[in-house]
């Protein structure tokens, strides 16, 4: 099963345009983790949001988190051709010992 | 360097035949996880190892085996009873007890034939 999903399954921006992807998830989380995946190629984990925390930032990447709604976001600011990718949200549950992915956002950084 | 190798890289198989993907990690990570990726889709997990000698089976473990004989290596072999295995396979570790990122291979693309 998939706990998260994600909103949009794509999106189209131009070069230095912010671009903000959403996901929403149905159980409880540990904490909630967004990767990166260029086509073809394996994961890459981006940053990690725990539960109890609302907002962090990482270079031009923010992430915030709201746990009554069970949801997350993540803007990419400032967005370049090489961010060109798809995001994945992934939610880590209670037991701590496996992570369940959303269907992802393709994005597309026109130059 | 440290990381994750997938191997091989493309893999092609006929129908009706087992076939193993390698994943190999010398991360020194204790768990270690087998997913299936199918086009403009998330990953699923298929199997888990938190330590050698034991695995637990993930949401589509259904035609697919594993073995933990090593906590370097974690071979998926999807079997001839797998009904749709094209697909892109994944294989990721982290050490146990953490609850941060979990470090991905490069994956192995499975074709039917």
């Known amino acids: 099963s998939q706990q998260g999903e994600e909103d949009p399954q794509a999106l189209s921006i131009q070069e230095g345009e912010n671009a903000t992807m959403n996901c929403s998830y149905k159980?409880?989380?540990?904490?909630l983790q967004w990767y990166r995946q260029n086509s073809g190629r394996g994961l890459v984990h981006l940053i990690l949001i725990r539960s109890n925390e609302r907002e962090k930032h990482s270079g031009r990447l923010r992430v915030t988190l709201d746990t009554s709604k069970k949801s997350s976001s993540l803007l990419i600011t400032a967005s370049r051709a090489a961010d060109t990718a798809s995001y994945f949200c992934?939610?880590?549950?209670?037991?701590?010992?496996?992570?369940?992915f959303g269907g992802g956002t393709r994005v597309l950084v026109k130059p | 360097d440290g990381g994750i190798t997938q191997s091989p890289k493309y893999l092609f198989r006929k129908e009706g035949q087992n076939v193993t993907l390698s994943c190999e990690q010398n991360?020194?990570?204790?768990?270690m996880y087998w997913y299936r990726q199918d086009p403009g889709q998330g990953l699923r997990l298929i199997y888990y190892?938190?330590?050698?000698?034991?695995?637990q089976k993930g949401d589509i473990a259904e035609g697919y085996s594993v073995s933990r004989e090593k906590k370097e290596s974690f071979p998926l072999t999807v079997t001839s009873a797998q009904k749709n295995p094209t697909a892109f396979y994944l294989c990721?570790?982290?050490?146990?007890?953490?609850?941060?990122?979990?470090?991905f291979g490069p994956g192995t693309r499975l074709t039917v034939l």
């Open positions: 159980t409880s989380i540990n904490n």
């Open positions: 991360l020194n990570h204790d768990a």
């Open positions: 990721a570790s982290t050490p146990v007890g953490s609850y941060n990122e979990q470090f």
């Open positions: 190892s938190q330590i050698v000698n034991d695995f």
């Open positions: 992934a939610t880590l549950g209670p037991a701590g010992n496996k992570l369940t």
